[in-house]
Each structure stands twice: as structure tokens, then as C-alpha cells.
């Protein structure tokens, strides 16, 4: 894997690898940023499908909503400052598609209700209704 750019963030920065649209990050590199004590613990922080094994190296990624996910968790001011910014864009954008609160909500809701977690394999899936009605679970994509 190639390092197809870097994200900079409070004084931080992690090279990111993938591609610009898709990116995932080392697992040993968030380790560092977010001061954990080893991958173990960053594994803890996030879904089954948000890291990949290469086993040709023995090598971990964190995919980009595992990245988000495990800044969200960490202890640190970076992640304080994460947190915050984050906040402040959900009600940006709830503003500027002129929703209250509670659209907002009813929005994720409707959404929430087409996701479960699969029991078998602990993977976010997503009920999609096929042309003719019927309906087939398939692995959550944004």
C-alpha cells in the first residue's frame, strides 16, 4: 500500500492510504496519534468492518468511519476538539436543510429503522426492497 496523501489535524497529522475518496489509515499510526496503548485497544474502539487485516504483512488498516470512530472515543484534547467540531457541523447542516430538531431525528430515525446488526456476524446491514417487493439485507455502505 502507497501513502496517497496526509491528514492534518490540531498539531496531528496521519498519512492516509487507499485512495483520496476511500482512505483507510495504519492502525499502528492511529495508535500513536490517539496515544492508546496498543492496536488491541484501538480494535476495542470500533465495528468488526472498520479495520482490514493484510495478512501478507500482518498489517491492520482502519478504514475512515473507523478512524472517526475511534477519534470520537479517545481521551485526548485533539478528540475533545473532534467532538465539538463535528457537533457544530450536524447543526450546520440540519440548518441548512431548514429542519428543527425533530426532523432531523425523523430523518436518522427512518434511516435507523432500514439498519440492524447481524447477529451472526456483527456486521451493519441494510434492508433494501428489490423491484417486485421483496426484501434483502445487504452490508451497510454510506
Sequence with gaps: MQIVGQIRFDGNSIDVYGSLDEPCFLAEDV????????????????EEDESIKYTLKNTFVITELGFYNAL????????????????????????????????????????????????ETGILMESITLP??????????E
Design 31 to 46: 495508535v500513536r496519534l490517539l496515544g492508546l496503548k496498543n492496536k488491541g485497544a484501538l480494535l476495542d474502539m470500533i
Design 72 to 119: 470520537s472515543q479517545a481521551d485526548r484534547e485533539a478528540s475533545r476538539k473532534w467532538r465539538r467540531i463535528v457537533h457544530s457541523n450536524l447543526i450546520m447542516m440540519r440548518r441548512e436543510h431548514k429542519l428543527t430538531i425533530e426532523g432531523q431525528f425523523e430523518e436518522w430515525d427512518a434511516i435507523a429503522d432500514t439498519l440492524y446488526i447481524d447477529p
Design 132 to 141: 417486485g417487493g421483496d426484501v434483502e439485507q445487504v452490508p451497510y455502505k
